[in-house]
């Protein structure tokens, strides 16, 4: 049975840094690409980091370029969001899914960030 868990999500002040896991199980995590995607209050899902483990590459879109960073542990089935500088746009939920492009069945149940000013 696929499964991805997200967990990490929090409060934090406007400036400060989480990181996310999401946890595998039920597939082999490197034949699998890994997105992290975000959802504010009220607004599409978006596409915020993803990490093909086929070819090792890593997408981030221009709004958190250079301010989050996605890693995975293949041992421990495990991808992380490390997230910094964060504002409060950042806030809202976050979810794993597996792929890059949001079409997948397999997501996550999402973990809430929330980024106070």
């Known amino acids: 049975q696929v499964q991805l868990v997200e967990s990490g999500g929090g409060l934090v002040q406007a400036g400060g840094s989480l990181r996310l896991s999401c946890a595998t199980s039920?597939?082999?995590?490197?034949?699998?690409?890994i997105g992290w995607y975000h959802q504010a209050p009220g607004k599409e899902r978006e596409g915020v980091s993803c990490?093909?483990?086929?070819?090792?590459?890593?997408y981030y879109p221009d709004s958190v370029s250079g301010r989050f960073t996605i890693s995975s542990d293949l041992a421990k089935g495990t991808v992380y969001l490390q997230m910094n500088s964060l504002k409060p746009e950042d806030s809202g939920v976050y979810y794993c899914?597996?792929?890059?492009?949001?079409?997948?069945?397999?997501w996550g149940q999402g973990t809430q960030v929330t980024v106070s000013t």
């Open positions: 990490i093909s483990h086929s070819d090792g590459r890593i």
């Open positions: 039920g597939f082999t995590l490197s034949n699998y690409a």
């Open positions: 899914a597996a792929d890059c492009w949001g079409t997948t069945e397999y």
